[in-house]
């Protein structure tokens, strides 16, 4: 059975067909959101994480049905006006990028983590827990770490300016 789901997708008002059984990461990969990534299929490994109102989730578990009248983004809405998130420019500049696979979710999660913890600068080891339902193959996570690190100073930075730290 088919249904109409509503929703907003990268802050842009949509009205999709899905199966009612279709998982929402395959109704965004069928509507061309090809940046959230199938890799486990049964929400063990994070690749295809998405923000629904916010919130980190497996979209390979989330069906679509589910999204109407939600907010999703995914990572092709990160970037604004051709620049890189904050996030996603952190990322480059720590060399947090292996092969690319679980990059989009983890950018995902590492988003909704930041944007949770704005304006404390968090332990590595929260850091760490945050980011525990995504896994990588390539990396040790090392630059990873350090990316989120470096957005939570430079927010930290925008807060006080340089002359009040």
Not at 27 to 35: I, P, S, V
Not at 52 to 77: F, H, M
Not at 79 to 92: F, H, K, M, N, T
Request: hydrophobic share 35%; aromatic share 6%; proline share 2%.
């Amino acid at each position: 059975m088919v249904r109409e789901i509503k929703c907003d997708i990268n802050d842009k008002e949509v009205t999709l067909l899905a199966d009612l059984r279709l998982s929402l990461a395959e109704m965004l990969r069928q509507n061309g959101y090809f940046g959230v990534k199938i890799g486990c299929g049964v929400g063990e490994c994070g690749a295809c994480t998405v923000l629904v109102d916010g919130l980190p989730v497996d979209s390979c578990l989330y069906l679509a049905i589910w999204a109407q009248g939600k907010n999703i983004r995914t990572v092709e809405g990160e970037a604004r006006e051709g620049r890189l998130s904050p996030v996603q420019q952190a990322y480059v500049e720590e060399g947090a990028v292996q092969c690319g696979f679980c990059t989009p979710g983890f950018i995902m999660t590492s988003t909704a983590f930041v944007e949770k913890h704005q304006g404390r600068a968090c332990t590595r080891e929260e850091i760490r827990q945050g980011h525990s339902g995504n896994l990588c193959r390539c990396t040790g996570y090392e630059n990873i770490i350090r990316a989120v690190e470096r957005c939570q100073k430079e927010d930290l930075d925008k807060e006080t300016g340089p002359d009040q730290e």
